[in-house]
């Protein structure tokens, strides 16, 4: 039918726009090389923050002792406690507590974010048992992380008025493919034209791009009925979990994604043809993240010099990958491997590990209060 050939008309129209062929991947990676260079030739000299680490010697593996860390992303954050063996010994005990940031902290002033922050840690810490030792006399140290830039206000400063000179920024938006989805999505969003990015590849907004697209549908050739479902029409609602639940649906009538649009949209009947159309929309919204994540990858590579290979050199590269979107959704993180796999090369893809670390950003972050601890 008219209607039909409209919906898979939108569809197609977006996985075209989605499109990430290598050599787009590959320029990707180059601007994202560019601007790390540029970010740290000088404060506000790109878009993309490189920020001050105050890291100023890595962990020799020979810490020992009680250590906290706190790991800030971008939909909850997690604080850890870490007992270090020592010399051999190893992480001895590892405990975690995720709290999720309540939505008007995120858009509050920093003061309430860390008051709340601070509090979720002193409850924490208050629950240390046994098997974490502390030893007399010392104070517990804690190392933090952040998923997003935190800079000083004159950098922001600094950042709007080389904007307002019309000072060319950002991983290349130029290079990414975005659609009037990911425009309108940024620009409904708490931060319009930062972490452009981000909003392409993370689980933060995945589902949202899919809830978008979606909801045209519903509105141009009544997919759903009549009237589009209210519930469509509140963004954020399809989560990034929904979305890959669906995403990875096997059985023949898609019932995963029939009980997702009951339970989380109120749709209570859909055709096998229109979850089949959503199924394909996860897809396409999957794979440009994973493929655009992929060549954020490369250009970390080549930032360090580590996308080619030495002749005579027996360098091995071990990328750690934390996070839910990466360790639930396989389709994404299959798509990422095979696309970094692609990019580098066969030869130069036996020299690099994808390891999924666990909680690897905040033990790492513990693992720095530990190498900068003030009790060595
Ligand atoms: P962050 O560091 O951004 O707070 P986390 O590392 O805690 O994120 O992981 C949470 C993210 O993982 C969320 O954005 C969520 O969408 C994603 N995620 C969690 N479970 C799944 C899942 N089953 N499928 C896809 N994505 C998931
Ligand atoms: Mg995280």
Redesign the pocket.
């Known amino acids: 039918s008219a209607k039909w050939a409209r919906a898979m008309a939108i569809i197609k129209d977006f996985e075209e726009r989605c499109g990430t062929p290598l050599a787009r991947l590959k320029q990707v990676a180059d601007a994202m090389t560019v601007e790390m260079h540029a970010g740290l030739a000088s404060e506000g000299g790109s878009k993309l923050k490189m920020l001050i680490s105050y890291v100023d010697n890595l962990p020799t593996g020979n810490e020992k002792g009680l250590f906290y860390a706190l790991?800030l992303?971008?939909?909850?954050?997690?604080v850890l406690r870490v007992q270090l063996g020592g010399k051999d010994g190893g992480i001895a005990h590892q405990e975690f507590a995720?709290v999720s940031i309540p939505q008007d902290l995120m858009v509050g002033t920093s003061d309430a974010l860390f008051d709340y922050i601070a509090a979720e840690l002193s409850k924490f810490v208050a629950q240390e048992g046994q098997d974490f030792q502390l030893p007399p006399g010392r104070q517990r140290e804690l190392g933090f992380t952040f998923?997003f830039p935190v800079g000083q206000d004159v950098v922001a400063e600094l950042t709007r008025a080389l904007e307002r000179q019309g000072y060319q920024h950002g991983v290349g938006s130029s290079h990414l493919p975005l659609t009037e989805y990911d425009h309108s999505l940024d620009a409904e969003s708490l931060n319009p034209g930062e972490q452009v990015f981000e909003k392409l590849i993370?689980?933060?907004y995945?589902?949202e791009v899919v809830r978008r697209v979606l909801c045209r549908v519903a509105e141009e050739v009544s997919l759903f009925g009549d009237t589009v479902p209210p519930k469509l029409r509140i963004p954020f609602i399809l989560?990034?979990?929904h979305?890959?639940?669906m995403h990875h649906d096997t059985s023949p009538d898609l019932k995963v994604v029939a009980e997702k649009l009951r339970d989380i949209l109120e749709i209570p009947n859909s055709s096998l043809k229109a979850r089949k159309l959503i199924v394909q929309l996860c897809d396409v919204v999957a794979t440009r993240g994973a493929r655009l994540a992929a060549a954020g990858i490369l250009g970390i590579l080549k930032k360090l010099g580590r996308e080619t290979t030495k002749e005579g050199e027996n360098q091995k590269t071990v990328i750690a990958l934390?996070?839910?979107?990466y360790?639930?959704?396989s389709a994404?993180s299959n798509c990422l491997e095979t696309t970094i796999a692609e990019l580098l090369g066969e030869k130069v893809s036996e020299s690099i590990v994808i390891e999924h670390s666990n909680d690897g950003?905040g033990i790492g972050a513990a693992l720095l209060a530990a190498s900068h601890s003030q009790y060595i």
């Open positions: 790991d992303g971008g939909t909850n954050f997690r995720e998923s993370s689980g933060m995945l589902g989560r990034t979990p979305m890959s639940a934390d996070g839910g979107l360790e639930h959704y994404y950003s």
